[in-house]
């Protein structure tokens, strides 16, 4: 199974897709908003909606599937209060493939 992390970064460019996930969700933490009237947080992925209304946690996280978190894809995280305010999105993470290709196998050599 691949592992991914979200890195912050400025830029990211996707060199490749992956033709079939190796993975089954994208897991997003990020630090806990410490308002007194936090009432939970939304996880957006290239700007859409991913999760919703994640409970308030003293370590917040929220699992989006892998369907809808390819490489590459820019995750934020907003907060809402009990009035419905939403905070601005935070700074994006990116979905990268951390794991290395397959160790190659096979390989032969002849004196010819």
């Given amino acids: 199974m691949k592992k991914l992390i979200l890195a912050a970064t400025a830029a990211f460019t996707l060199l490749g897709a992956s033709p079939a996930l190796a993975y089954t969700n994208c897991h997003v933490t990020w630090n806990a908003n410490t308002e007194t009237d936090l009432a939970g ?15 308030p946690d003293p370590a917040p996280s929220a699992d989006v599937p892998a369907a809808q978190c390819p490489i590459g894809a820019a995750v934020t995280v907003t907060a809402f209060d009990n009035t419905g305010n939403e905070s ?18 096979g390989v ?3 004196i010819q």
């Fill in 108 to 110: 032969q050599v002849t």
């Fill in 88 to 105: 601005s999105p935070s700074v994006p993470a990116f979905v990268v493939d951390t794991e290395p290709p397959a160790v190659v196998t």
């Fill in 41 to 55: 947080y939304n996880v957006y992925v290239d700007g859409t909606q991913a999760v919703g209304n994640v409970a």
